[in-house]
């Protein structure tokens, strides 16, 4: 059963930084390409970021590129999600879900249970 | 990107009853990649359907999916308590992936 748990959340002024972790077990994580989703507040969800198995391709939602960054470590089993120049239009619940199907764009077959980020 | 709207934003039926959900995209989404996700209160949402009609591991086979090019749909048949929640429809054929604004299903 894959289980990913977020971490790194909390609240940020505009302008700021903030990194946010992913810690994966259950599955092997370096067999799947892996996301950062995000729901701001009464809204739908929206793909924020993707990272490929072996890292070579990266792609982002045009509202984040050039402020956050998505890796990963194979190693440690952990995705992360440095995000720069913070905007309040950020605030949302962000989830790590793993992904499936041909890669960037992916359906989302397990989540994390969620991390909220505040900007304000 | 390809906008997916939803509808009727709220669903209220009685148990028993089947529940149909619909989602239109503003543009064909390419291939058969359209998805459906439950989210209940408070909690992450799950995958129910890929692949237009595919059910997800573990998801019981009153909920199906169909549908093709603009239009598609979920159906839930036999609705039960545990159903109460939203539903959201997601395409992942163009980018970026883009999702419903979700349809809510209540209980009478």
């Known amino acids: 059963q894959a289980q990913l748990v977020e971490s790194g959340g909390g609240v940020v002024q505009p302008g700021g930084s903030l990194r946010l972790s992913c810690a994966a077990s259950?599955?092997?994580?370096?067999?799947?390409?892996m996301n950062w989703v995000r729901q701001a507040p009464g809204k739908g969800p929206e793909w924020v970021a993707f990272v490929e198995k072996d890292e070579v391709t990266k792609s982002y939602t045009d509202s984040v590129k050039g402020r956050f960054t998505i890796s990963r470590d194979n190693s440690k089993r952990m995705l992360d999600l440095q995000m720069n120049s913070l905007r309040p239009e950020d605030t949302a619940v962000y989830y790590c879900?793993?992904?499936?199907?041909?890669?960037?764009?992916?359906?989302?077959?397990?989540w994390g249970q969620g991390i909220l980020v505040t900007v304000s | 990107e390809i906008v997916l709207t939803q509808s009727p934003g709220t669903l209220s039926l009685s148990p028993g009853e089947g529940a149909t959900l619909s989602c239109g995209a503003s543009q064909s989404v390419p291939s058969i990649n359209l998805a459906w996700y439950q989210q209940k209160l408070g909690q992450a949402p799950r995958l129910l359907i890929y692949?237009?009609?595919t059910r997800a591991t573990g998801i019981p086979d009153r909920f199906s999916g169909s549908g093709s090019g603009t239009d598609f749909t979920l159906t839930i048949s036999r609705l039960e308590p545990g159903d109460v929640a939203v539903y959201y429809c997601h395409q992942y054929g163009d980018s970026p992936g883009t999702f419903g604004q979700g349809t809510k299903v209540e209980i009478k």
């Open positions: 692949g237009v009609s």
């Open positions: 879900a793993r992904g499936r199907g041909k890669p960037p764009q992916q359906y989302f077959d397990s």
């Open positions: 259950g599955f092997t994580f370096s067999s799947f390409g």
